[in-house]
């Protein structure tokens, strides 16, 4: 999670103009979409009914023991001692994966930079990490895309062959990029660098782009697998607006962009300035919790009523909730089309999970919970999240 802010005085010329929600088409020109999709409450489509497990909660904090020798600093770093958050989650073998996101402590000598580390568990509660990072900046093709700011915010599908396909942030101090990476076990990944790399000649390589969540099935043994819809694969990105890419192989992906003539649903502002031509499927909106950015959180999930999509809003008061402080982060859910991924069916007109525990009001970033992992296991629903970019909390719900 991070997002460029704008100045209150910015924001709040934005509140007449932050409204809408259009449908339009891009590169792939999928099908006509309607224009406009009614908010919705927590409905029969909904995935929702999530308890918090306060009697744990956070499951996962900073590691002050795993020691770690940096191939790019030449000596050992606390690699987690500082905030771990943002996970993604599998399952696999009987047992459940997280990859999170961590944070080494700052000294004089050693600046801040993410890494992804792994650890295991037979609940889905009480987890074991590995000493070392499975996924990080080295001398490789993508050094000067993730050092000195690392690789965050990973999510994970199974692809074909059950090899494992994670979107992660590759961070150089200065901006974001959606990168990808494979994996056969997810301890051993290979880099496959941005994913719009070979997209409009290059075109996104340089913008700022992030938080790829790939549309997939949700089976019942708790795999995510990546699933096609009309012979593609899809993925909802982004942490201004929401767009959408399609691929054909998961590591090579083009942005849907908008058809001559359309137009933006709502003003762009931020990050989606850059990118103007680019086709907005979930807008932010004014007066609600996601007035202010809006962002993927775990894969999408291919249902018979149609995908879900749970995703990360942010609120700006002055021209969003102004029950909310100011940058809270909290979670709603749209549903979109299962035949064409562009058209928004539904929408929840509030959230199903904001910050109200200590250590979610509370860290390196104040009221926040992201959601990021989300897997079928031993009945129930298990849904993670990074509480105040400083630890990872789980909440769950029976599977019916």
């Known amino acids: 999670m991070r997002a460029l802010v704008l100045p209150l005085c910015r924001r709040v010329a934005l509140l007449s103009a932050l409204t809408g929600l259009a449908n339009c088409h891009g590169l792939d020109r999928p099908p006509a979409a309607a224009a406009k999709a009614p908010a919705a409450p927590a409905a029969s489509w909904a995935l929702v009914g999530f308890a918090k497990v306060d009697s744990i909660n956070p499951i996962l904090g900073p590691g002050p023991g795993g020691r770690f020798l940096d191939p790019l600093l030449k000596q050992p770093v606390r690699w987690e001692a500082k905030d771990v958050f943002n996970p993604a989650v599998v399952v696999k073998d009987g047992r459940v994966y ?45 050094q000067k895309y993730e050092w000195p700011g690392g690789t965050e915010d990973p999510r994970v599908v199974e692809g074909p062959g059950r090899a494992y396909y994670m979107t992660y942030t590759a961070y150089d101090g200065d901006k974001a990029r959606l990168h990808v990476a494979t994996s056969p076990d997810l301890r051993h990944w290979t880099k496959h660098g941005n994913a719009f790399a070979r997209a409009a000649g290059g075109r996104y390589v340089d913008k700022w782009t992030k938080s790829g969540a790939i549309v997939s099935r949700y089976e019942p043994d708790g795999r995510v697998v990546a699933a096609k819809i009309n012979g593609r694969y899809w993925m909802y990105w982004g942490d201004a607006q929401i767009w959408l890419a399609t691929s054909e192989d998961l590591i090579h992906w083009t942005p849907v962009e908008m058809a001559p003539g359309e137009k933006p649903p709502v003003p762009l502002r931020a990050q989606a300035l850059t990118m103007p031509t680019l086709k907005i499927v979930l807008p932010t909106r004014a007066g609600k919790f996601d007035s202010d950015l809006v962002e993927p959180g775990p894969p999408a999930m291919l249902t018979d009523q149609g995908i879900r999509l749970i995703y990360n809003g942010r609120n700006e008061p002055a021209f969003g909730d102004k029950t909310l402080a100011v940058g809270t982060y909290s979670a709603a859910q749209a549903l979109f089309d299962p035949h064409d991924p562009t058209r928004l069916l539904q929408r929840m007109g509030t959230s199903f999970l904001r910050p109200d525990r200590p250590y979610e009001i509370t860290g390196q970033v104040n009221q926040v919970v992201f959601l990021e992992g989300l897997v079928r296991f031993q009945n129930r629903w298990l849904l993670y999240y990074g509480t105040a970019d400083s630890k990872i909390a789980v909440a769950t719900r029976p599977v019916p």
Do not use: C, W
């Open 98 to 142: 997280m990859l999170y996101r961590a944070e080494n402590r700052v000294t004089p000598a050693v600046g801040k930079t993410s890494r992804i580390g792994l650890a295991s568990s037979s609940d889905g509660i009480h987890f074991t990490r590995l000493p070392a990072p499975v996924l990080y900046p080295d001398h490789d093709a993508q």
